[in-house]
């Protein structure tokens, strides 16, 4: 008896261990991406704290790992810092952000819709946009070979 609740109580121990933080695989895995956004981005404590949540440093992980400029994601978190981002704006800019690249196509948000800037309120819309954007720009050329010319 006594061995099986041993037996339990390490099982128990071991799960608590191996916490699986989502969106990210592991522990060791979160650990590593905190420690290199840390060292990228030179954040203080107190700036840390504000984006110390697994969504937020996931995707800022991401960024890092798919390249994207570093002047851009710089941009989006300290404008999250400043209070022009919420959680989920800066979520869906750095996620638009790494579908883009390095492309040339850039945006910042505004509350105030001045019909110069784009507005998407997820990510689905930007993809939809973009496709449309896509579609316009192609050209079907029809031409005909004139097989009476000499």
Known sequence: MKT???I????????INCTV???FSSNKNRKESTRQIKDTF???SEEFKQINEDSILFEISESLAKQVSFKTTNRRIDSFLSGNYEKKQLLIALNIDQLKLKGEFDFDYTDKFNGRRLYFNTVKEYEEFMKKL?????KKVNFKVDTLKN
Do not use: W
């Open 4 to 6: 099986q609740s041993l």
């Open 8 to 15: 339990i109580i390490l099982l128990i121990l071991l799960m």
């Open 21 to 23: 933080y989502k969106p």
């Open 42 to 44: 030179n954040l203080t």
């Open 134 to 138: 896509d579609c316009s720009f192609i």
